[in-house]
């Protein structure tokens, strides 16, 4: 709650209105109801706008019902709501541009850490990337991006393939699939977000619950 405290206080103050996107609130006849108190607790906390307003929005999307904004900087609900939609596409534009980066950023890694893991007589071949334009990035205007795929090689013969599959993964901060001769495995960061140290473990589709942490003995041993 404290954390919803400080984001309206620092979106009122800069675009003069709030959108209680998380849903951590009250509900808006309890809010209209203690608007008094309300403005109170967050002019205590910071805010340094005028007089608030709450009022619905013609068409609930993206989880918000209703806008908190200062009249003193924009007129009405109406006016409100497209400042609102401006600010969330950038700083969602902004948001999902950074994850692309990121997740680029720790592919490119996990390729050079694989080139120091190798056995002597295995080398990396590149592969044509693999385009990148997820859902997220289509509704925020992230342009595609690339993302590196290649292959494990003994000579010409194809030990493993390594090839992203996404960033946007369920109970994951991104997936590669690894693919050998006799069997698949699913490489997933299990790390937080923006963390600066992926933490790889991999599994096989029949055995989802066994994650294991990839380390250069276990990427030989697949290797094998």
Do not use: C
């Not at 009022?55 to 200062?70: A, K, M, S, Y």
């Not at 720790?106 to 071949?125: E, F």
Request: a neutral charge.
């Amino acid at each position: 709650m404290t954390q919803a405290w400080q984001t309206a206080v620092s979106r009122l103050n800069q675009i003069g209105v709030f959108a209680d996107e998380e849903r951590v609130l009250a509900s808006l006849p309890t809010l209209r109801g203690e608007l008094t108190t309300f403005e109170s607790t967050l002019r205590s906390k910071g805010y340094t706008g005028g007089a608030l307003e709450i009022d619905e929005i013609d068409q609930p999307r993206n989880g918000v019902t209703f806008l908190i904004f200062d009249k003193a900087k924009l007129s009405d609900v109406h006016s409100a709501e497209v400042a609102w939609e401006h600010e969330y596409h950038n700083r969602w534009h902004k948001r999902v541009q950074d994850s692309v980066q990121d997740w680029l950023k720790r592919l490119h890694s996990l390729k050079n850490t694989m080139q120091g893991w190798l056995p002597s007589g295995l080398s990396i071949v590149d592969r044509p990337p693999i385009p990148m334009n997820e859902g997220l990035m289509r509704k925020f205007s992230v342009p595609p991006a690339d993302m590196p795929t290649f292959d494990v090689q003994k000579g010409s013969n194809r030990v493993m393939r390594v090839q992203p599959k996404g960033l946007w993964i369920i109970g994951a901060n991104g997936r590669v699939d690894l693919t050998t001769a006799t069997a698949s495995y699913i490489l997933v960061d299990q790390s937080p977000q923006f963390s600066g140290a992926p933490d790889w473990r991999y599994y096989t589709s029949v055995n989802k619950r066994q994650l294991t942490p990839l380390d250069r003995a276990h990427f030989v041993n697949l290797l094998n």
